[in-house]
């Protein structure tokens, strides 16, 4: 049998701060996990989603050190429709987290934004605009 995406895992220097994030965007992520070293949340479709601390990370990799230089993966959030776009992008910032793309109407048939999560990674969001240009799944393809 061939490998399987399974689980996205993302490395938090504060887990607390990481898990109040994701779940402001609709993970569902218990309130005990604040403390935990590692936290693992079900995704739709079977998919999981980790956050581990630095500290966890270090402890079977000791020469780890955080990427430098822009994000090297992506989340994106799909929204209801592109005025929740802006709804969720507003609710983000006012919530203090850093918008690094305000919503506008992409290229690619989506209305877009992008916030950065406490760790500085980009997280999208985004619907596919109403004259269908979105591509049949939403991506613009």
Wanted: hydrophobic fraction near 40%; charged fraction near 20%.
């Amino acid at each position: 049998m061939a490998p399987r995406l399974d689980l996205f895992g993302l490395v938090v220097a504060d887990m607390a701060a990481s898990l109040a994030f994701y779940r402001r965007l609709g993970l569902d992520i218990p309130a005990d996990a604040d403390g935990q070293p590692h936290v693992e949340a079900a995704l739709p479709g079977g998919l999981r989603i980790a956050w581990d601390t630095v500290d966890t990370v270090r402890s079977f990799d000791p020469g780890w050190t955080p990427p430098s230089g822009g994000d090297r993966i992506g989340l994106a959030f799909l929204c209801d429709d592109p005025a929740d776009v802006d709804r969720q992008y507003a609710a983000l910032t006012r919530a203090g987290y850093t918008g690094h793309k305000a919503p506008w109407d992409a290229f690619w048939g989506q209305r877009y934004a992008t916030v950065l999560d406490p760790d500085g990674n980009g997280v999208s969001l985004f619907a596919p605009l109403p004259d269908g240009s979105g591509g049949p799944d939403g991506s613009g393809a």
